[in-house]
């Protein structure tokens, strides 16, 4: 038993075991022979074919006993490797009837052991993205019953004779009525993202991450000249496989996200090479964000303030956007900040054994 416990693979276990109930058996049948031919010679003086007899019905006795004991040890050994794929099979049923399982603990090792790791893994991710996904749709019943509710109480009222139309009236229901468009329209574009490079519909190729980010911030310019009184910018040139308009409108977002909730006069935007990676980063003064909430900021809908309406600040989800984006380019976005002083930083994954000079050469 030490023996199998020892052992990782679950192959080696079963043949271990198997081998170690046939070496119990040859054992248990031929020392049971041995001991009862020598009685029967020195104590019961039986020779000859009487002694051959005897063995012989003395052996078949031994050896069924032996079976069933062998059998035995067999069964329980065997029961216990196998109970955890009971459990995951059990586990397994309940993923298929629509149930997420909580997760199995148990003490293996080897395969097992991985196979339920795994297998938690999975539940865990299961468990959130069915609490992502009703998050979500809790977020656009949210987002969509004001607009639908002004607009199905005007109607209402324009049907009943109990308000007449005016250009206003219409102004206002057609208003809506592209608020709802807009709020459809960047849930779709996040879902296209949120499936990553490997399986979107978008186009990667090999870019200047340096000459995306300075056109993004050329589009920028007149309202960041209006916004800080002190900009400081630095980009290096570096190359990445990415899509141009994706991360122009990810780089896009995030300004725009800067320009809304600003409260200083300084912002400082880099972009440096380093340790294989491509380090972007935006600095400013802003509007006050609890550290503990920081990461939610990226989250669909999600508005640290009940006070940015829909209206007055789109929709909720540019930087949700933004971090889908980044995501499909094996990037990664975060937001370090002590209250007010606000620093995006992004990082992306350099191309390698592909210069610079030559994406210059291919321009011209």
């Given at each position: 038993?030490?023996?199998?416990?020892?052992?990782?693979?679950?192959?080696?276990?079963?043949?271990?075991?198997?081998?170690?109930?046939?070496?119990?058996?040859?054992?248990?049948?031929?020392?049971?022979?041995?001991?009862?031919?020598?009685?029967?010679?020195?104590?019961?003086?039986?020779?000859?074919?009487?002694?051959?007899?005897?063995?012989?019905?003395?052996?078949?006795?031994?050896?069924?006993?032996?079976?069933?004991?062998?059998?035995?040890?067999?069964?329980?050994?065997?029961?216990?490797?196998?109970?955890?794929?009971?459990?995951?099979?059990?586990?397994?049923?309940?993923?298929?009837?629509?149930?997420?399982?909580?997760?199995?603990?148990?003490?293996?090792?080897?395969?097992?052991?991985?196979?339920?790791?795994?297998?938690?893994?999975?539940?865990?991710?299961?468990?959130?993205?069915?609490?992502?996904?009703?998050?979500?749709?809790?977020?656009?019943?949210?987002?969509?019953?004001?607009?639908?509710?002004?607009?199905?109480?005007?109607?209402?009222?324009?049907?009943?004779?109990?308000?007449?139309?005016?250009?206003?009236?219409?102004?206002?229901?057609?208003?809506?009525?592209?608020?709802?468009?807009?709020?459809?329209?960047?849930?779709?574009?996040?879902?296209?993202?949120?499936?990553?490079?490997?399986?979107?519909?978008?186009?990667?190729?090999?870019?200047?991450?340096?000459?995306?980010?300075?056109?993004?911030?050329?589009?920028?310019?007149?309202?960041?000249?209006?916004?800080?009184?002190?900009?400081?910018?630095?980009?290096?040139?570096?190359?990445?496989?990415?899509?141009?308009?994706?991360?122009?409108?990810?780089?896009?977002?995030?300004?725009?996200?800067?320009?809304?909730?600003?409260?200083?006069?300084?912002?400082?935007?880099?972009?440096?090479?380093?340790?294989?990676?491509?380090?972007?980063?935006?600095?400013?003064?802003?509007?006050?964000?609890n550290h503990e909430k920081k990461d939610l900021i990226f989250e669909r809908f999600y508005?640290?303030?009940?006070?940015?309406?829909?209206?007055?600040?789109?929709?909720?989800?540019?930087?949700?956007?933004?971090?889908?984006?980044?995501?499909?380019?094996?990037?990664?976005?975060?937001?370090?900040?002590?209250?007010?002083?606000?620093?995006?930083?992004?990082?992306?994954?350099?191309?390698?054994?592909?210069?610079?000079?030559?994406?210059?050469?291919?321009?011209?």
């Open positions: 038993m030490w023996l199998i416990k020892r052992l990782s693979n679950l192959l080696s276990k079963l043949v271990a075991l198997n081998s170690l109930v046939i070496l119990l058996v040859i054992m248990l049948a031929a020392f049971s022979v041995t001991q009862y031919a020598c009685f029967l010679v020195n104590s019961e003086a039986i020779v000859g074919q009487q002694l051959v007899d005897t063995l012989n019905g003395f052996l078949l006795k031994v050896s069924i006993l032996a079976f069933i004991i062998a059998g035995l040890f067999h069964y329980f050994t065997v029961k216990r490797i196998v109970e955890p794929i009971k459990h995951l099979s059990k586990a397994s049923k309940d993923i298929q009837e629509g149930k997420i399982p909580s997760n199995i603990s148990m003490t293996s090792s080897g395969e097992i052991l991985e196979l339920i790791e795994n297998f938690n893994s999975m539940s865990e991710t299961l468990m959130a993205a069915q609490e992502q996904r009703n998050n979500m749709l809790r977020d656009i019943a949210h987002e969509l019953r004001t607009p639908l509710t002004n607009m199905n109480g005007y109607l209402e009222a324009l049907k009943n004779n109990v308000i007449e139309g005016n250009a206003d009236l219409f102004g206002s229901l057609l208003e809506e009525s592209r608020r709802i468009t807009r709020i459809v329209e960047l849930l779709t574009e996040l879902n296209s993202w949120e499936k990553g490079n490997y399986f979107s519909d978008k186009q990667f190729n090999i870019i200047k991450i340096d000459r995306v980010l300075k056109d993004t911030i050329t589009s920028f310019q007149l309202k960041m000249q209006e916004k800080f009184q002190n900009i400081s910018i630095h980009i290096d040139e570096a190359a990445i496989v990415g899509n141009s308009d994706g991360l122009i409108q990810a780089f896009s977002n995030i300004l725009q996200n800067i320009l809304d909730y600003n409260t200083g006069d300084e912002l400082e935007i880099l972009a440096v090479k380093k340790d294989k990676t491509c380090r972007i980063t935006f600095s400013h003064t802003g509007q006050f964000i508005r640290l303030e009940e006070s940015r309406s829909t209206k007055s600040h789109g929709a909720g989800l540019g930087l949700a956007i933004a971090k889908s984006i980044i995501l499909a380019h094996e990037g990664n976005v975060e937001l370090e900040t002590d209250g007010t002083h606000h620093k995006f930083k992004i990082e992306f994954p350099l191309k390698e054994k592909y210069e610079y000079r030559t994406l210059e050469k291919e321009d011209s």
